[in-house]
């Protein structure tokens, strides 16, 4: 089950976080985005009560920006995160988004995959962008389709 993340769900989202990044967001890094962001949108998926994994998103008039994105390490490469941006898809048609846009890591390949997969593509280049290394992100960017 997918549905909004609680203030309840941040000592499990962390605990993902923490697995899933060199440079973790922190527990009050999500507790600002859920009670201060009026653009900022982040789900959990939910099976027995365990957070198996989670996504976040500004929703922005006619854009969106994918904030985060990971799973749990016991649950990776069950197709968790296809499930997350499959969701994604759905909600951006519900919001009339017409593009979504993130940043990843140029050495994720896993996630530059992923992404191509569901209509991303590589739109520029974010110099220096990580602050943990210094490494560079892919900007990419999707166009929504309603039909």
Request: charged share 30%; glycine share 4%.
């Amino acid at each position: 089950m997918i549905r909004s993340m609680n203030l309840s769900d941040l000592d499990q989202v962390c605990e993902i976080e923490i697995e899933a990044f060199s440079h973790p967001w922190t527990k009050e890094d999500f507790e600002i985005e859920l009670q201060s962001n009026p653009y900022a949108h982040y789900f959990v998926l939910v099976d027995n009560e365990v957070i198996k994994a989670y996504i976040g998103v500004w929703l922005i008039y006619e854009r969106a920006q994918i904030t985060t994105i990971a799973v749990k390490e016991d649950f990776r490469a069950q197709g968790l995160s296809k499930i997350l941006m499959k969701f994604l898809d759905t909600l951006c048609i519900e919001n009339n988004i017409e593009e979504v846009s993130l940043e990843v890591r140029i050495s994720n390949i896993k996630a530059i995959n992923l992404y191509h997969r569901f209509g991303f593509i590589k739109k520029g280049i974010r110099k220096d962008y990580y602050q943990d290394n210094h490494e560079d992100a892919f900007l990419m960017v999707k166009e929504v389709r309603g039909d």
